[in-house]
């Protein structure tokens, strides 16, 4: 079954305005990695965390790994048009060999 | 920069017919993977590679399969295509397990 899931699944926001999606996973994870996908693209790779409680920023993208290793964020300041489409977090369980994609968080921002 | 490329990006095949759908990769990364993604949703792993001659069936059932012959070349083949099978199939490669994934522009497959 599903082991990563994310929260919201769609979010539309002002352009200006900040936004956060929220990844959360059953099982503790060894590192987590982070996905965007435009429009009718594919995904492209952004960042990995690897530790714990690990922050990492991105201009105006921050990422976050959790103490227990079971979730994380992404949280954008002062959206743009260009920040449109679906965000992935990805994960390999501890002990396991394979990236899990969570269920993706799609936003849109409205000019 | 692509460095990872698939053929055909669009295909409209009638039931039963055989494909085959591509992928090459320029990085010399040993882990390969197909990924099947409906519009808007999730990605599905369905086959994976860690090398020459190794292959794996992902989380989720297919019905095609794929082959390593190979480092730079990972196919996926369907016998018998069927309208269940459209959708989108991303093939994706890696330097290993915990890096990130470099991800080809995708197969949109439409099986009528």
């Known amino acids: 079954g599903q082991q990563v899931m994310q929260i919201p699944q769609y979010q539309h926001v002002q352009e200006g305005e900040d936004f956060t999606t929220y990844c959360n996973s059953s099982t503790t994870l060894s590192n987590i990695q982070w996905y965007k996908q435009r429009p009718g693209g594919h995904p492209v790779f952004l960042i990995q965390?690897?530790?714990?409680?690990e922050v990492k920023k991105q201009k105006r993208l921050t990422f976050q790994f959790g103490e227990a290793k079971k979730n994380s964020s992404l949280h954008i300041t002062a959206t743009q048009t260009t920040d449109v489409g679906t965000y992935f977090c990805a994960g390999i369980p501890t002990g396991a060999n394979n990236l899990f994609f969570g269920t993706g968080t799609r936003l849109t921002v409205i000019p | 920069e692509a460095d990872i490329y698939q053929t055909p990006r669009y295909l409209v095949i009638g039931t039963g017919k055989k494909i085959t759908l591509e992928c090459s990769q320029t990085?010399?990364?040993?882990?390969m993977y197909w990924y099947q993604q409906d519009p808007g949703m999730e990605l599905h792993l369905i086959h994976y590679s860690y090398g020459v001659n190794s292959t794996e069936k992902g989380d989720l059932s297919s019905e095609s399969t794929v082959s390593r012959i190979r480092t730079e070349h990972f196919p996926l083949t369907l016998e018998s295509a069927r309208p269940s099978h459209t959708s989108q199939y991303l093939c994706a490669s890696s330097e290993t397990a915990n890096y990130g994934y470099t991800f080809g522009s995708g197969t949109r497959l439409t099986v009528v």
């Open positions: 965390l690897v530790k714990s409680g």
């Open positions: 990085m010399g990364h040993d882990k």
